[in-house]
């Protein structure tokens, strides 16, 4: 029933989008939803590439089914355990039960662990190579994007690269499935989203895999979540490079919390300085209003970082804390850093940010601004400074 894309010859997208879900891995939003990508290559042998999230399961089985029209499933490759690609395996061996599985000893630790499979398993080492038919495949390695256990598969009949998690994005398929078919102009601030919220922290194992990629002559990239990279896989390739290597464009982020408005002002005052100092890319994030989720994207996304706070008993106010230690989380490197905060009898806010920026060793650009009770000219002028120095280093970049 099912007329399934085709993304080379023998090969077919299985997958499924998730309108539903409100927060991914129930923390960030999916206004545009998400996709859990699949592929079945039906060659002598027939080879399906991950499951997908188990509240999918009726249909992804049906799928699988209607491309196999009648054959059995010969093999499963486990890319990754995470239950957004594992969670349909149990049923998929209960419908194949003679499928045997693929994965490498990590995966088969986890297999046990959240399905209980323990037997028909076929354990594959870095560079193994498997020959379906027409295909061959060879597996590669690729532990911390995003789990220890993740690994890639190569097709070295079609070029295309199974490369799990990495290249992936927030974002439904609405009707395309490859790139070349579709606009793909939204995806691209969406990938940087999903980047900063999942595989962020894995900046060192994004690098090295992207190393040994280098050695691979890849046509295709089928993520497991958004678009079939083929015409922009090297805009894809870049954007995981450069947020790998925490290389940021020349903006700011501004993340501010503030409850009655003063700290706000000094938010204010320090934006339109940005500007006058030719900053173009400003974007002010007021933690009250802001998704943490947005707020790491733009974290990575840009080279500058200003954060300011009123002191609230003692401490940074505590929604601002809580995108702090996220932020701290993701061990985000090389950023330019001010910061400024106010109080009315103790202040404590600014002490605490200079310590938060010791802890993520990110240069410090100007003098903080520190405001007892109400603006003063003082404070103005100083706030002023403060985004003329953040803005003479970033135009230095
Ligand atoms: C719940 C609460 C707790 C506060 N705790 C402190 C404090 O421990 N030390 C201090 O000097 N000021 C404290 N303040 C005062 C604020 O830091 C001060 O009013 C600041 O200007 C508020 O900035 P805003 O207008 O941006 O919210 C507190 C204010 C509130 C509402
Ligand atoms: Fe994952
Ligand atoms: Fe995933």
Known sequence: MYKLKEIAPQVYYVGVNDRQKALFENMWPLPAGVSYNSYLIVDEKSVLVDTVDICYSDIFLKKIADALNGRL????IVDHMEPDHAGSIRLLRQQYPNVQIIGNNKTFGMLQGYHGIT??????KEGDKLNIGKHTLSFYMSPMVHWPEVMMTYDETDKILFSADAFGT?????GGVIDTEMSVDHYWEEMIRYYANIVGKYGNPVQKTLQKLAGLEIQTICSTHGPVWREQKNKAIDIYDRLSRYEGENGVSIIYGSMYGHTEQMAEAIASSLSENGIKKIVMHHVSKSHSSNILKDVFKYKGVIIGSPTYSNQLFPDLEAVLSKIELREVKNRLF???GSFSWAGAAVKKLDAFGERMKWETVGTPVEQKQGMSVDNYEA?????????ERINQN
């Open 383 to 391: 706030c002023l400074l403060l985004g003329q120095a953040m803005a």
């Open 73 to 76: 499933l010969d093999y499963l």
């Open 170 to 174: 927030y974002g439904t398929l609405d």
């Open 338 to 340: 001010a910061y400024f």
């Open 119 to 124: 037997d028909g398993l076929h354990e594959v």
